[in-house]
């Protein structure tokens, strides 16, 4: 089994900047974050192998950057230039062993 314990989040005025981390009990080769919204399915956010290759989704491309730091198994997602539409639930996800794993989620809210 992997856990993943969440940190960051919460309310920020558009424009501004949040700084989410995950750290996994275990090594993984991908991780990544997803986020939903109210009334809406779960979206990938962005991944990263433990090589540093990355994925973003297009709406965030520009404004979002992910980064681990594969001595101490986390993940990070560094958000500028928020914007409302961006408030959601953010989950922290690995893959292990073909499972999925989620961490607990982090609320983002921003206000215009």
């Known amino acids: 089994q992997v856990q993943l314990v969440e940190s960051g989040g919460g309310l920020v005025q558009a424009g501004g900047s949040l700084r989410l981390s995950c750290a996994a009990s275990?090594?993984?080769?991908?991780m990544g974050w997803y986020r939903q919204a109210p009334g809406k399915q779960r979206e990938p956010v962005a991944v990263i192998t433990s090589g540093g290759n990355t994925n973003y989704a297009d709406s965030v491309k520009g404004r979002i950057t992910i980064s681990r730091d594969n001595t101490k198994n986390t993940v990070y997602l560094q958000m500028n230039s928020l914007k409302p539409e961006d408030t959601a639930v953010y989950y922290c996800n690995v893959k292990w062993l073909t499972l999925n794993y989620w961490g607990q989620g982090t609320q983002v809210t921003v206000s215009s």
């Open positions: 275990r090594s993984v080769f991908v």
